[in-house]
């Protein structure tokens, strides 16, 4: 779909300010921010001067009645800004770049902003994203208070995102009945992993791939950083050994995934395996992809926030401002990551837009 310019999107997001305390346009500061964070800046302060080195390029597209916003009044207006408004404003967006893929896998996973704690509270602030893996964005993010939350975030997020004709898979703390029923109202479909915390589950399909042979295997084999790995992929249809099998809508297949990694260096050789429900009707080899690219949300999103945007060294603590942030750096990163002017990494396509004011504003959308 063609896209409609951030800008414009912006201009809808509901201005939580007092009218006649409104020195800077609200559409002049989360610009500014998402600028400045695409070159690199990391706080309130590298945003106020990253905004008054280029006050004058600002000029251009930006009305900026009374210049370049203080440090203190971006800090004000993230902490203050409803993060449930912003984050339909950047389901907004999404909803406008992302390419309709029937098939899309969408990876569903938490992650803890360990340096942003909110006051009087021990506890980091966890965000629960939703990754689309060929369209190579963020979908949208919610924020829960505890991991375990997301057990109850997952159909909240589900529901804030048109994953029509899409395949979520989400690790074994997502695998219950509520979300796998979400899915499929939803019209999309599930592919659950399964440990311990449904542990009758999971020796129910320990004992089908014992009694019942597998329907269809796939097999696959990558070499590279000093390793050697092989992954067998193994399905079953026949749910008769699956005690109350009704319960999980839709379920369709068992799979069997086993995994043998052998380290060059030493020779250990590590072993796994692991399972999983779906509500698919496919085969082994497709299965086998699938799963496979549920680990994109960690090596994709996950690592380039923690790396690239150093989201775990944030000391943002106040108020709302750590989620919104957070917001902001998503759509950054798929500003950045959908790119396609530069090949080059995600570092240096945020050091040549602080350098080429040209290449910020094609990153922008203008």
């Not at 900026?64 to 203050?80: A, M, V």
């Not at 060059?264 to 085969?283: A, D, H, M, P, Q």
């Not at 902001?328 to 990551?337: E, F, S, Y």
Request: aromatic residues 8%; contains cysteine.
């Amino acid at each position: 779909m063609e896209e409609k310019t951030l800008l414009k999107i912006l201009s809808k997001l509901e201005d939580h300010r007092i009218e006649r305390k409104k020195e800077h346009l609200l559409v002049d500061i989360v610009m500014i921010t998402i600028a400045a964070v695409i070159c690199g800046a990391e706080n309130w302060n590298q945003i106020e001067m990253f905004g008054k080195s280029k006050e004058d390029w600002f000029k251009t597209f930006l009305k900026l009645p009374n210049g370049i916003p203080s440090h203190d009044t971006f800090n004000r207006f993230f902490t203050l800004l409803d993060p449930d408004k912003f984050e339909l404003i950047f389901t907004e967006w999404i909803e406008t770049i992302s390419a309709r893929i029937k098939g899309e896998v969408i990876n569903i996973d938490g992650k803890t902003i360990r340096g942003a704690k909110e006051h009087g509270k021990k506890s980091s602030i966890h965000m629960v994203s939703a990754w689309a893996n060929t369209n190579n964005i963020v979908l949208g993010q919610l924020k829960v208070n505890e991991k375990s939350n997301e057990i109850t975030a997952i159909p909240k997020l589900l529901d804030a995102l048109f994953i029509e004709n899409s395949i979520i898979t989400v690790d074994a703390m997502g695998c219950q009945t509520e979300i796998a029923k979400k899915a499929i109202e939803q019209k999309a479909d599930y592919i659950l992993a399964v440990k311990g915390n449904q542990k009758t589950l999971e020796e129910n399909i320990k004992s089908s791939f014992n009694l019942i042979k597998p329907e269809d295997i796939s097999e696959s084999h990558e070499e590279g950083h000093g390793r050697i790995e092989t992954r067998k992929c193994m399905i079953i249809r026949n749910l008769e050994h699956i005690e109350n099998a009704t319960k999980w809508t839709n379920l369709n297949t068992i799979i069997k995934v086993e995994s043998e990694r052998h380290i060059k260096s030493t020779g250990v050789i590590e072993k796994s395996t692991r399972f999983y429900i779906s509500s698919l009707n496919t085969t082994a080899e497709n299965f086998q992809k699938y799963i496979r690219s549920h680990w994109s949300i960690e090596n994709k999103l996950h690592w380039s926030l923690d790396v690239t945007f150093r989201e775990d060294d944030s000391r943002k603590r106040a108020g709302n401002s750590a989620q919104n942030f957070s917001i902001v750096n998503k759509i950054a990163l798929n500003k950045l990551k959908n790119d396609k002017t530069l090949k080059a990494s995600i570092m240096t396509k945020r050091l040549n837009a602080g350098w080429n004011l040209d290449y910020l504003k094609i990153i922008l959308g203008f």
